[in-house]
């Protein structure tokens, strides 16, 4: 496995582009870089034009400069394949090389990523580029990291052209064989879709209505996999020529386009780009999501966090800076989450160009009179003392079931509701953070047993081998929590009959016969017990049938009033709970709380605002506490027997956290979490809704 100890430290730096500087600056950049504490920077990611400027036709002589350059000053290079964004005479030459919407409109040159995945020349011109990047700085003592592509599927992660219309058939005759399979599978006995030739069959473009709902399914499989081709070309040319040099591509945490447990497994290590919005609620919730599902792509390995903003974006309508200790205080936060490198996008702002707007670590004014590149310096100096985290480990007894194939399926229309499923896994994230979890993403065909609570927010599409993972899960002994308008569906999009969800109904102890639709503006109730706490439930209540299952939560409106909204259920030597609706964070922070308690699991309760973390450096164990409050301090009570990790200090008992102050805290052998308490809560920070 690979492993970040070769860089000697945590891994600091940046997106470095010197092509869009005069050569003047290159010396000042690699000067400034050391004085940051920058030891890689991603080099060459949109030079294709530079690289290449007429078909067939090389140019190194910058790059060959800035490599030594770079390599003269200590500082490594995570060398870009240099694909993501083809020159203009490339989408010239072949203009069936641009994309295509599914409207059938061609997208046009002048930004970036401008390619179809399935266009031949495009990718022969793209092999012969990455040979040449792949040849001739294999051997420079300058590369550590190759850095596929860029992003891949951001802009364009579904191009609905004949070529792809061509791979999509040899996709589907691989994966069905015959015409009838796909029949059956598509359902296409509906609205008279039948099929009787494999040429007739077309991409999910613009239709009259509704698509047929397997074949929107299977075609986001498809461009997945498709792309995921692009991908694996190009790593299999930098391996054949340097198997001993790290292959990565940076992801871009939740977005629909790739599946991305399928695509880490071909990574030797995974890379994120996060980029929470610092006027969102809560951006250290936001990022750390994506955070906690890199390092869960493959098993718990460290990760880079490869490209981050040093201030503001440029890219939303309203940019907000980072304030002053926000970009610390979100680096602290990867670190927790299990990264190993922190670095930007990207090391100077642009002059010119597209996003000139987008802050730099070099901020336009220079380093001298600047509040971020002061912020980024002493990060890079504070991260010398943090290097033993390199070694940690982040475990989690609690994880959040998660699935592309699901979501895609869940996003297809035609459904009872529109329901967005980022906004609930995220609430379930929450509340589980609140509880001070460390949180893993789990697949459902994924190893299951080393977890003591597993939930799944909404798993609409479950395969029968799924479903039978959870089973044996909650019968050995797991704590199930599963959300409404799961087990729906099989892996072609048909419905599981007998009463939803009909793959675990044995689990959970109830069936459920329908669902009442919470249209914005109606809302039901759920109360804990006759005297228990009410809480609003809005999109989605069910009608739930126990069979075994105990209610610990009615609904108090509406036809449902006094039926099941919340239930447990005792199944083999485990426990299965049901949510029937969208509930608030503070109601499944109870059910958690309950969840967890029972499984021995320890807790605390704490607001949105604070964040907790616990890894594991052998025997040891580090609380990483940050207070995320912009504005006001916090105070806490330490469980006994801490020291501060930086300097081995014995920590005082009570600790105040100024806004966006950090604390690492080490103790021998596990922390006593359900010692850890806020001890000035303001009104205003309790659990939010
Ligand atoms: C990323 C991309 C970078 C840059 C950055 C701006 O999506 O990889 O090239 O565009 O966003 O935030």
New binding site residues.
């Given amino acids: 496995m690979f492993e970040i100890q070769p860089f000697g430290g945590i891994i600091y730096g940046a997106?470095y582009n010197p092509e869009q500087w005069p050569r003047d600056t290159w010396r000042d950049d690699a000067r400034l870089m050391n004085e940051a504490g920058v030891n890689l920077v991603s080099l060459g990611?949109?030079s294709w034009a530079h690289l290449e400027p007429r078909p067939g036709e090389y140019d190194f002589t910058w790059l060959d400069e800035v490599m030594d350059l770079l390599h003269e000053h200590g500082i490594n290079v995570n060398l870009a394949t240099a694909t993501?964004s083809p020159p203009p005479w490339l989408s010239l030459k072949y203009p069936d090389s641009r994309p295509v919407t599914a409207d059938g409109v061609r997208l046009e040159v002048g930004a970036r990523q401008l390619y179809c995945p399935s266009h031949q020349p495009f990718r022969a011109h793209a092999r012969l580029l990455v040979e040449q990047i792949a040849q001739r700085y294999g051997p420079h003592p300058a590369l550590k990291l190759w850095h596929i592509n860029?992003?891949y599927g951001?802009h364009v992660d579904q191009c609905f052209c004949a070529l792809c219309a061509e791979a999509f058939r040899a996709w589907l005759q691989a994966k069905y064989q015959t015409l009838d399979a796909l029949n059956d599978a598509w359902g296409t006995a509906f609205w008279s879709q039948r099929y009787g030739d494999w040429a007739e069959i077309q991409p999910p473009r613009r239709a009259p209505t509704f698509a047929n709902p397997t074949q929107q399914l299977d075609w986001r499989r498809f461009s997945s996999d498709n792309i995921l081709e692009l991908y694996r070309m190009e790593a299999g040319v930098v391996r054949a020529v340097t198997p001993h040099i790290p292959v990565t591509t940076?992801f871009?945490g939740f977005i629909p386009g790739l599946d991305y447990f399928k695509w880490a497994q071909e990574e030797d290590v995974v890379s994120l780009?996060a980029?929470p919005d610092p006027a969102g609620p809560h951006p250290h919730l936001e990022a750390g999501m994506s955070y906690d599902m890199m390092r869960s792509l493959r098993g718990g390995q460290r990760w880079i966090l490869m490209?981050q903003?040093p201030s503001a974006?440029?890219?939303r309508p309203y940019n907000a800076p980072k304030r002053p200790g926000l970009m610390r205080m979100l680096n602290h936060q990867a670190l927790a989450h299990g990264a190993s490198g922190l670095m930007f996008?990207?090391w100077r702002a642009s002059r010119a160009g597209a996003?000139k707007f987008?802050s730099g670590m070099v901020q336009h004014v220079g380093p001298a009179r600047s509040r971020v590149w002061e912020e980024i310096r002493s990060l890079g100096q504070e991260l010398r003392t943090l290097t033993r985290l390199t070694g940690a480990q982040v475990p989690a007894r609690a994880a959040i079931m998660f699935d592309w194939n699901s979501w895609w399926a869940l996003n297809v229309d035609s459904k009872p509701a529109v329901l967005p499923l980022l906004p609930l896994v995220q609430k379930w994230y929450a509340a589980l953070r609140s509880l001070g979890q460390n949180v893993d993403f789990v697949h459902p065909d994924g190893d299951l047993q080393g977890y003591d609570l597993v939930v799944m927010p909404n798993q609409y599409l479950l395969a029968q081998g799924s479903a039978q993972n959870i089973r044996q899960f909650v019968d050995g002994g797991g704590t199930l929590v599963t959300g409404f308008f799961s087990g729906i569906v099989d892996e072609h999009e048909h419905i599981q009959l007998g009463g939803y969800p009909a793959l675990l109904t044995d689990v959970l102890g109830l069936w459920v016969e329908e669902w009442v639709v919470l249209p914005p503006g109606e809302h039901n109730r759920v109360r804990f017990g006759a005297q228990g706490e009410a809480h609003d439930v809005l999109h989605w209540a069910e009608v739930i049938h126990p069979e075994g299952a105990e209610t610990l939560a009615t609904f108090d409106q509406d036809f449902i009033a006094g039926q099941p909204a919340v239930t447990r259920h005792g199944y083999g030597a485990g426990r299965a709970y049901y949510v029937g609706g969208d509930l608030p964070q503070a109601a499944l922070a109870q059910v958690f709380e309950e969840a967890l308690t029972h499984a021995g699991v320890p807790t605390c309760r704490l607001p949105d605002t604070v964040s907790v973390s616990v890894s594991r450096l052998g025997g040891r164990s580090v609380l990483h506490l940050l207070n995320a409050h912009p504005t006001q301090a916090l105070a806490f009570t330490l469980p006994a027997g801490g020291v501060h990790f930086e300097d081995g200090r014995p920590a005082a008992p009570s600790l105040t956290l100024l806004p966006y102050g950090v604390t690492l805290i080490e103790f021998e052998g596990e922390v006593a979490l359900d010692e850890l308490q806020l001890t000035q809560a303001p009104a205003a920070l309790t659990l939010s809704h």
């Fill in positions: 997106d990611i949109f993501a860029n992003e951001c940076n871009l780009d980029y490209e903003a974006v440029n890219w996008f990207q996003e987008h």
